[in-house]
């Protein structure tokens, strides 16, 4: 059986209560650094992913709802090199509104990683100041990157379309 | 040949979500309540919006479309639309609303922005902290050339200029 296979069943158990939920849903192990794995069973209600072949990194960002009722937001980065390492932070919580404001609280920033050698003590001031400001450029391009993926997951969350008008040009 | 796809974001949402979602009670906006009084709005077409933002679910309310201006940006590699939009709240909130939208083959975020409009400084602060060529991934990585974050700046400006003017024109 196919894993599409096994959401799908899940899902649509779901609707239907708690007991097959017991019966059926899938367990998830989520490892998070400098914590115990988040271990649950459950189904994925949601998944926003923002792969794109010309940058370094993507995310992706998944809502899980426990067979116990509660909800887990897992938030993936996924580098392109094979050199670094993918990181995932997993946090679980009681309603669906506090697992969706932690998503808009995420801070992409955090993600972004400094490359300076802190041993190295004999780089100009210039070079240093030139270094920062390539930092702070690349956190406002991670901060950007997850909020344009997380203002789309929104946008399909929400029932209420409304296309953007389109005015004079 | 199609263009080449730059960005391949991805989204499912599942009924199950949707339901919750929708069906969970949801405190006004915070700037619905300096609102003006229902009764000094005329009559106008009202319907549900839904106002999209980066990084934070939309801005709903009951309101209708004042105003809209596009504009469409060209680089050497696809084009991306930037659109300005003015609503009424039947409460009486005026919302702004600025999207900037990249074809499949422009290297750039999706982006889109709304706020209240209490004072003429709220509008005046979301043109200046609106940044369209911030939404281009950077340089070496996206090849554009660097002609589209100059090209989304200039028409920004371009459209935001016609738009002052005419609203003083008609006073």
């Known amino acids: 059986m196919s894993s599409m296979t096994d959401q799908l069943m899940a899902e649509q158990l779901a609707q239907h209560g708690t007991m097959q939920f017991a019966i059926t849903a899938p367990t998830f192990r989520i490892k998070r650094p400098g914590a115990r794995p988040l271990i649950f069973e459950g189904v994925e209600l949601a998944m926003a992913m923002s792969f794109t072949p010309s940058l370094p990194n993507w995310y992706e960002v998944n809502l899980y709802r426990t067979s116990d009722q509660r909800f887990v937001v897992a938030v993936r980065l996924f580098f392109q090199s094979e050199a670094e390492q993918d990181q995932i932070r997993a946090w679980d919580f009681e309603t669906l509104d506090q697992a969706l404001e932690k998503l808009s609280q995420y801070d992409a920033g955090q993600d972004v990683r400094v490359s300076l050698d802190q041993a190295d003590l004999s780089l100009p001031p210039a070079e240093l100041a030139a270094m920062a400001l390539e930092l702070r450029a690349r956190v406002d391009s991670a901060r950007r990157h997850f909020a344009s993926l997380l203002g789309e997951f929104f946008f399909e969350l929400d029932t209420i379309k409304v296309p953007v008008p389109r005015g004079r040009a | ?171």
């Open chain 2, 1 to 171: 040949m199609a263009p080449e796809r730059e960005i391949n974001v991805d989204v499912h949402i599942s009924d199950t979500l949707k339901k919750m979602y929708d069906g969970a009670p949801r405190a006004p906006h915070p700037s619905a309540q300096t609102a003006l009084p229902l009764s000094t709005l005329p009559p106008r077409d009202w319907q549900q919006l839904s106002l999209r933002r980066d990084g934070k679910p939309p801005i709903r309310f009951v309101g209708t479309l004042l105003f809209a201006r596009s504009c469409i940006m060209q680089s050497l590699k696809g084009h991306a639309k930037q659109s300005l939009s003015i609503y009424l709240a039947i409460e009486g909130t005026v919302y702004a609303g600025l999207a900037f939208e990249p074809s499949e083959a422009c290297p750039a975020w999706s982006s889109y922005r709304c706020a209240p409009l209490h004072a003429p400084t709220d509008l005046a602060e979301l043109f200046r902290d609106w940044c369209p060529e911030a939404n281009f991934f950077p340089a070496p990585l996206s090849a554009h050339c660097g002609t589209g974050p100059p090209a989304a700046r200039s028409a920004f400006n371009a459209m935001a200029a016609d738009w002052l003017t005419l609203s003083v024109l008609q006073g």
